[in-house]
């Protein structure tokens, strides 16, 4: 999930997607210069202790209409069955080559993914997490096929919702492979109760998490994707790059930074890519199933997205300052339809614009009005809340909270369809007092943060 999100409904971000929504998209026909049909795609899945869903994960793969290359499993340093389950697997029923990476200890997602981008030679470098399922048989190739219709698209991927308990067993008894598989193997298809209250702890946050994927994919993200051809960063449970792109900016930042990148490393590759005029995309009539952590476990989660968010900032500040520079981009764009240069590019891409990082350090990117914005609001809304709170400004409070909730049930019933309207409004009411405790969260977080970077001076942030 991005970390840009808007977990108070009534924002400025989400008056920029309601204004992308009403404006529309950019209507250039674009004229691919590379054929998608033509390209090679190698898959990296990166796995610690997933022995539950790994081999869900793989054939997921294998059921794929466009099977990648080669595959390449990134065993960080796993406790649990992991590498042993997937070999078994894999010799069986893959007809590809696949090559496991194993290390002692674990050392986060980041190394195995740069060391990829630079040793593989295929043109895409999927990234499918160990606990995700790929449940649209299309998805890696409709992300590749969106990947190719401009060499302005860095980063493809589909929707995401949570995978239930449900979903996994209806997976394993669907796909004869895998119920063969775990007729020797039963016992690891099943979680084992590691948290009292599992199953209504998970519940919670599934209902949480898939009303706000839904709103996500429905509103905020939309209207991003159709005002500026591109969200904030991918997300990163099951995305399509292009391997020479992320390639190229892990070599820019090796010599500064190594591994340490952010403490989510889609977030801070989703912020490279931008910075230098390339875009994210996300494809919403494609899915994947992630599975999400316990609500104990929640916490730990969005401190980890929403670090590296705010990491991401502090490395990348032209891209925040960007609406301070609009007037800037104004009036290079007039400068650049005057003299016909937009109309001279042989070939057509939406949401085209110039890359490189000196023209962002000049102009910046108009994206950065939401990352300008997500960072206001992280600080701002919880502010408002605790001060409200403090000064015993019940009424105030009330009505604000009171509004806010009222707006989320409205847009909801808009944007659900007809038959899913009375499911998606209780998952909203369920969501709010989880939305309004990760708001409060935001602040705690953004406190740690301005701890790291000016009193301890930690910035060795790795996932």
């Known amino acids: 999930m991005a970390a840009p999100t808007p977990y108070f409904i009534i924002g400025p971000n989400t008056l920029i997607s309601l204004i992308g929504l009403i404006h529309g998209p950019d209507k250039t026909v674009p004229t691919p210069a590379e054929d998608w049909r033509a390209v090679t795609v190698d898959m990296v899945i990166p796995a610690y202790n997933e022995q539950a869903t790994i081999i869900l994960c793989l054939d997921s793969v294998r059921r794929q209409t466009l099977k990648p290359h080669r595959i390449i499993v990134m065993d960080d340093g796993s406790k649990d069955r992991t590498r042993e389950l997937v070999q078994e697997f894999a010799s069986k029923n893959l007809d590809m080559p696949i090559e496991i990476m194993s290390t002692d200890v674990s050392m986060g997602k980041t190394p195995g993914v740069k060391k990829n981008a630079r040793e593989l030679d295929g043109d895409v470098q999927f990234i499918l997490d160990g606990d995700t399922i790929l449940e649209s048989p299309d998805y890696i190739e409709k992300t590749v096929q969106e990947l190719y219709q401009g060499v302005g698209i860095a980063s493809a991927c589909g929707a995401i919702t949570p995978l239930r308990e449900k979903d996994r067993i209806a997976a394993i008894k669907n796909s ?135 990491q991401s900032c502090y490395y990348f500040p032209d891209l925040v300052l960007s609406p301070f520079k609009v007037f800037r981009r104004i009036a290079k764009r007039r400068e650049e339809k005057k003299s016909g240069v937009l109309n001279k590019r042989k070939i057509k891409e939406a949401y085209r614009q110039a890359f490189g990082i000196p023209y962002t350090k000049q102009y910046g990117r108009p994206i950065g009005w939401t990352i300008m914005f997500s960072l206001i609001e992280k600080i701002s809304f919880p502010i408002i809340i605790i001060l409200f709170t403090i000064m015993g400004w019940w009424e105030m409070l009330g009505w604000t909270l009171g509004i806010e909730v009222i707006a989320l049930l409205g847009v909801t019933l808009i944007l659900a369809h007809k038959t899913k309207r009375r499911d998606y409004v209780w998952k909203a009411l369920v969501a709010t007092p989880v939305r309004y405790f990760t708001t409060i969260l935001e602040l705690i977080i953004f406190c740690a943060f301005l701890i790291d970077i000016w009193v301890i001076k930690d910035f060795k942030w790795r996932k």
């Open 176 to 310: 004869p492979p895998v119920w063969e598989f775990y007729k020797d193997h039963w016992e690891l298809s099943i979680y084992k109760q590691d948290v009292k209250f599992r199953w209504f702890l998970h519940g919670i946050i599934n209902t949480y998490r898939d009303f706000l994927y839904f709103y996500l994919k429905n509103f905020i993200y939309l209207g991003q994707m159709t005002f500026y051809g591109s969200i904030v960063n991918p997300i990163g449970c099951a995305v399509a790059y292009r391997r020479e792109y992320i390639r190229e900016l892990f070599d820019d930042y090796e010599a500064t930074l190594g591994n340490d990148l952010t403490t989510s490393e889609d977030i801070f590759i989703g912020f490279a890519l931008l910075q230098r005029g390339y875009r994210n995309v996300q494809i919403g009539d494609v899915y994947a199933l992630s599975e999400e952590p316990v609500a104990p476990k929640l916490p730990r989660q969005l401190f980890m997205w929403s670090s590296s968010f705010l």
